[in-house]
């Protein structure tokens, strides 16, 4: 059971930018599957996840207008859309699946938005 992310970079004050968590193992059919991102020294933290259930994504106010997540079922990957991105999102973004007894976990890719 495996969770990759893809998609990070480096971009400028109100690029655009898609990050892509690929699973294998597990599936983002059922929801429970969400982005996460940290930075140095900090807990981290939700950006937006797609409920249990496969419901509509829900989102930090934050990122609210800026980010969507979204799925291809058929490929096992899920999304994460961010647009107008600002210096604070820079981030190690982070894709998440809901397991029993441990959720699963990427390794992250970085983020890094200049001014």
């Known amino acids: 059971v495996q969770l990759v992310e893809s998609g990070g970079g480096l971009v400028q004050a109100g690029d655009s930018l898609s990050l892509t968590c690929a699973a294998s193992g597990t599936t983002f059919s059922l929801g429970g599957a969400g982005w996460y991102r940290q930075t140095p020294g900090k807990q981290r933290a939700l950006v937006g996840q797609i409920p249990s259930g496969g419901s509509s994504p829900v989102y930090v106010d934050s990122v609210e207008g800026r980010f969507t997540i979204s799925t291809d079922n058929a490929k096992n990957v899920m999304y994460l859309h961010m647009s107008d991105l600002k210096p604070e999102d820079t981030a190690k973004y982070y894709c998440?699946?809901?397991?029993?007894?441990?959720?699963?976990w990427g390794r992250g890719t970085q983020v890094t938005v200049s001014s």
């Open positions: 998440k699946v809901e397991a029993w007894p441990n959720d699963i």
